[in-house]
């Protein structure tokens, strides 16, 4: 039974730092693209970031809205991904998801649906 899950939310302040982890179990997911998502209250699910170690190399993807704060690393050893949120906003406040997908590309995509495992989600906070 494949399981992805969460640790690392919390509470913080503006401008202040978080880092989550995933870690899977049940299968290993070395060469498949791994990466999380949010949701805030209210809201769509939205794409944060993802990464995929393939034949060709390393690809990650962020969203525009966390490129240059949020970084997203993977240890495949540990089957587990990391992503480091530093200069968090207030309208980063959301729960958290990990995903994973058993599909082999070149390039993570930013769609919940080509994501097959997720995680239970882990609640992230930024008070203003």
């Known amino acids: 039974q494949v399981q992805l899950v969460e640790s690392g939310g919390g509470s913080v302040q503006a401008g202040g730092s978080l880092r989550l982890s995933c870690a899977a179990s049940?299968?290993?997911?070395?060469?498949?693209?791994m990466g999380w998502f949010r949701q805030a209250p209210g809201k769509e699910r939205e794409f944060v970031a993802a990464?995929?170690?393939?034949?060709?190399?390393?690809?990650?993807v962020y969203a525009e809205s966390v490129k240059s704060r949020f970084t997203l690393s993977r240890d495949n050893a540990k089957n587990t991904v990391y992503l480091q949120m530093n200069s968090l906003k207030s309208e980063d406040t959301a729960v958290y998801y990990c995903?994973?997908?058993?599909?082999?590309?070149?390039?993570?995509?930013?769609?919940?649906?080509?994501?097959?495992?997720w995680g239970q989600g882990t609640q992230v906070t930024v008070s203003s």
């Open positions: 995903a994973a997908s058993t599909k082999t590309t070149a390039t993570p995509v930013p769609r919940a649906g080509d994501y097959d495992y």
């Open positions: 990464k995929v170690i393939s034949w060709s190399g390393t690809s990650t």
């Open positions: 049940g299968r290993t997911f070395s060469r498949n693209v």
